[in-house]
């Protein structure tokens, strides 16, 4: 684009997620010409995850995915993609991971890495490297003690939000260490070093460990936000030894390194090939959206459900997370949370629509905005925001229609229909909530809507009536594997020119030419229902504090 990109090049980005592993070819002129991906419980069955993870069935709040299968699914998306992309035109590649998620090389970690045989797959080659077999993910939510111990090291929930851009999670890296090290001590000591799900994959493309970038590093509670490097006094209340363990932190448009030979032998990449910083998935979406107006938001609709936009002055605060912007580093990513996200909406689907999208959508379409006053909270998994326990809550709200004092009823089942509409609209009114307590823009100039449920109109329809603004989706919802081939091509061009320049400049004003332009997928909905909805959010804000009061996780 402009000249700046080689127009015979390819730009290769991957998306690690929690279902699936996934990638996007973009050419010189950033069009997409290929995407592929790997759905871990169908393709590969052997590993009997269940949506790409184990639960304990202990009720405990532990979930982990098998590393070994985000390894072989590396193997099967390097293989399928082999006979539709010429691999030695790549001339970079970069990542997504989910974010969060941890991985633990052993002591024999390095030399597996450095020495992997071409003629073999990566699978059994790396089965021996790891010192903990499953990696801790974003769902889990078993180290509420942990997070207690590192808030109180610094001073508090804020202080520690303050210093980190989050106060502590339970599925923050750091809590997760800490866990580690707590209760099995050997294993603790018998790693050498930790990787997130990002740098983890990059890792294995340059056959030797890869930094953590800042921007998914600011996702571990252990790094000091405004100077971007390891707070030595959370280290010490993690952990003994951990800094070691990270090893160094670097910005996401960086280097990480050449790919290794294993790759150009086995799958005849260019040796000069180069492996960009992988990142959060988030953040790669938000570089996939070209998010860069702090009037915008976006809302993606994956496993976990996320709000996030930009901002130059951040606050971090009890609530939200605030993470270095991967492509724009004098500028910071804020974002809301969701664990309750698609597999939930997949559970009413399946309870209440005969497992079908269609009659999910048709329930959708067939109910009134507002749903008669009822209100639905469904937390199938332990929620993030807020944080409340598994459990379903239904309310319904009389004379919600006439905005005057409402009396509201706890009931316990809601007719299907209803309870499609319920679970939609309590999604978006919780999001809308939140966004405006954040400080986020309300109502947005527009949302940018990704992730698989962006498929959805019915559901895209019930975002621009909720929040009184136009929604956009990009080509493709997997804005996340996009994103990382976008970064690769920013990353190459960095490199190139020997110096940060910024991302805008690799498409200049013809955006709409590439495969990142956003269309309009509805515009605003009606201003007296949005006067209503706005109504029904302080409603529901207030029956959730209630809840908060009374189940709350503290
Ligand atoms: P992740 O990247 O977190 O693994 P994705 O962004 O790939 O997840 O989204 C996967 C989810 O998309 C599935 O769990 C599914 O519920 C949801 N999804 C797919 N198609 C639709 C649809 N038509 N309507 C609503 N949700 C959908
Ligand atoms: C972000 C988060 C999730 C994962 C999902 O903080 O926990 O959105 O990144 O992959």
């Given at each position: 684009?402009?000249?700046?990109?080689?127009s015979?090049a390819?730009?290769?980005?991957?998306?690690?997620?929690?279902?699936s592993?996934?990638?996007?070819v973009?050419?010189?002129?950033?069009?997409?010409?290929?995407?592929?991906?790997?759905?871990?419980d169908?393709?590969l069955?052997?590993?009997?995850?269940?949506?790409?993870?184990?639960?304990?069935?202990?009720?405990?709040?532990?979930?982990?995915?098998?590393?070994?299968?985000?390894?072989?699914?590396?193997?099967?998306?390097?293989?399928?993609?082999?006979?539709?992309?010429?691999?030695?035109?790549?001339?970079?590649?970069?990542?997504s991971?989910?974010?969060?998620?941890s991985?633990?090389?052993?002591?024999?970690?390095?030399?597996?890495?450095?020495?992997?045989?071409?003629?073999?797959?990566?699978?059994?080659?790396?089965?021996?490297?790891?010192?903990?077999?499953?990696s801790?993910?974003?769902?889990?939510?078993?180290?509420?003690?942990?997070?207690?111990?590192?808030?109180?090291a610094?001073?508090?929930?804020?202080?520690?939000?303050?210093l980190?851009?989050?106060?502590?999670?339970?599925?923050?890296?750091?809590?997760?260490?800490?866990?580690?090290?707590?209760?099995?001590?050997?294993?603790?000591?018998?790693?050498?070093?930790?990787?997130?799900?990002?740098?983890?994959?990059?890792?294995?493309?340059?056959?030797?460990?890869?930094?953590?970038d800042?921007?998914?590093?600011?996702?571990?509670?252990?790094m000091?936000?405004?100077?971007?490097?390891?707070?030595?006094?959370?280290?010490?209340?993690?952990?003994?030894?951990l800094?070691?363990?990270?090893g160094?932190?670097?910005?996401?448009?960086?280097?990480?390194?050449?790919?290794?030979?294993?790759?150009?032998?086995?799958?005849?990449?260019?040796?000069?090939?180069?492996?960009?910083?992988?990142?959060?998935?988030?953040?790669n979406?938000?570089?996939?959206?070209?998010?860069?107006?702090?009037g915008d938001?976006?809302?993606?609709?994956?496993?976990?459900?996320?709000?996030?936009?930009?901002?130059?002055?951040?606050?971090?605060?009890?609530?939200?997370?605030?993470?270095?912007?991967p492509?724009?580093?004098?500028?910071?990513?804020?974002?809301?949370?969701?664990?309750?996200?698609?597999?939930?909406?997949?559970?009413?689907?399946?309870?209440?629509?005969?497992?079908?999208?269609?009659?999910?959508?048709?329930?959708?379409?067939?109910?009134?905005?507002?749903?008669?006053?009822?209100?639905?909270f469904?937390?199938?998994?332990?929620?993030?925001?807020?944080?409340?326990?598994v459990?379903?809550?239904r309310?319904?709200?009389?004379?919600?229609?006439?905005?005057?004092?409402?009396?509201?009823?706890?009931?316990?089942?809601?007719?299907?229909?209803?309870?499609?509409?319920?679970i939609?609209e309590?999604?978006?009114?919780?999001?809308?909530?939140?966004a405006?307590?954040?400080?986020?823009?309300?109502?947005?100039?527009?949302?940018?809507?990704?992730?698989?449920?962006?498929?959805?109109?019915?559901?895209?329809?019930?975002?621009?009536?909720?929040?009184?603004?136009?929604?956009?989706?990009?080509?493709?919802?997997?804005?996340a594997?996009?994103g990382?081939a976008?970064?690769?091509?920013?990353?190459?061009?960095?490199?190139?020119?020997?110096?940060?320049?910024?991302?805008?400049?690799?498409?200049?004003?013809?955006?709409?030419?590439?495969?990142?332009?956003?269309?309009?997928?509805?515009?605003?909905?009606?201003?007296?229902?949005?006067?209503?909805?706005?109504?029904?959010?302080?409603?529901?804000?207030?029956?959730?504090?209630?809840?908060?009061e009374?189940l709350?996780?503290?």
């Amino acid at each position: 684009m402009a000249g700046l990109l080689p127009s015979d090049a390819l730009f290769l980005g991957f998306d690690s997620s929690t279902q699936s592993l996934k990638a996007t070819v973009l050419d010189g002129n950033l069009i997409i010409i290929h995407s592929e991906s790997v759905h871990f419980d169908t393709e590969l069955p052997h590993y009997r995850t269940k949506d790409g993870v184990y639960r304990d069935p202990s009720g405990n709040g532990r979930i982990v995915s098998p590393t070994l299968m985000w390894v072989e699914a590396l193997d099967v998306l390097l293989e399928k993609l082999k006979s539709k992309v010429d691999y030695g035109k790549v001339v970079a590649i970069s990542g997504s991971g989910q974010q969060h998620g941890s991985v633990y090389w052993n002591k024999r970690g390095k030399a597996i890495l450095t020495s992997l045989d071409p003629k073999k797959p990566l699978r059994s080659q790396l089965e021996d490297a790891f010192s903990v077999r499953d990696s801790p993910i974003w769902m889990d939510s078993s180290t509420t003690s942990q997070c207690r111990e590192l808030e109180k090291a610094v001073g508090g929930a804020l202080e520690l939000s303050k210093l980190t851009g989050s106060r502590a999670y339970e599925r923050y890296t750091g809590p997760q260490i800490r866990k580690i090290y707590q209760t099995q001590p050997d294993v603790y000591n018998d790693t050498e070093r930790i990787s997130l799900v990002s740098s983890f994959v990059a890792s294995i493309l340059i056959g030797n460990y890869a930094s953590i970038d800042e921007t998914d590093g600011a996702g571990m509670n252990l790094m000091d936000i405004k100077q971007r490097v390891w707070s030595k006094t959370i280290l010490e209340a993690t952990a003994p030894g951990l800094e070691e363990k990270l090893g160094h932190l670097a910005p996401a448009h960086a280097v990480a390194g050449l790919i290794s030979s294993y790759f150009v032998e086995r799958f005849h990449f260019q040796k000069s090939c180069i492996v960009i910083q992988w990142s959060g998935d988030n953040p790669n979406s938000l570089a996939g959206l070209t998010l860069n107006t702090p009037g915008d938001l976006a809302i993606s609709l994956g496993t976990s459900d996320t709000v996030f936009g930009i901002t130059s002055e951040p606050q971090p605060s009890l609530e939200g997370h605030v993470f270095p912007n991967p492509v724009d580093p004098n500028c910071y990513m804020v974002m809301l949370v969701y664990k309750n996200g698609s597999l939930t909406r997949e559970d009413v689907r399946n309870r209440c629509a005969e497992s079908s999208w269609d009659t999910f959508n048709k329930y959708l379409e067939r109910t009134p905005s507002l749903n008669g006053g009822k209100l639905g909270f469904y937390y199938k998994e332990h929620e993030i925001l807020p944080p409340l326990p598994v459990g379903f809550h239904r309310y319904v709200l009389e004379n919600v229609d006439s905005l005057n004092e409402t009396k509201v009823l706890e009931v316990q089942e809601f007719d299907p229909p209803s309870e499609v509409r319920a679970i939609i609209e309590g999604q978006f009114l919780s999001m809308r909530g939140h966004a405006e307590r954040f400080g986020m823009p309300t109502p947005p100039n527009r949302i940018i809507a990704t992730g698989g449920a962006s498929k959805n109109e019915s559901i895209l329809k019930s975002i621009a009536s909720i929040f009184g603004c136009p929604v956009y989706t990009v080509q493709r919802p997997d804005s996340a594997s996009l994103g990382a081939a976008l970064r690769a091509a920013h990353g190459w061009l960095c490199n190139k020119e020997g110096r940060f320049v910024p991302i805008s400049c690799l498409y200049g004003d013809k955006l709409d030419k590439t495969s990142m332009s956003a269309k309009l997928a509805f515009p605003a909905g009606d201003a007296d229902l949005l006067s209503k909805y706005t109504v029904l959010v302080n409603k529901r804000m207030q029956i959730e504090k209630n809840l908060v009061e009374k189940l709350g996780r503290s």
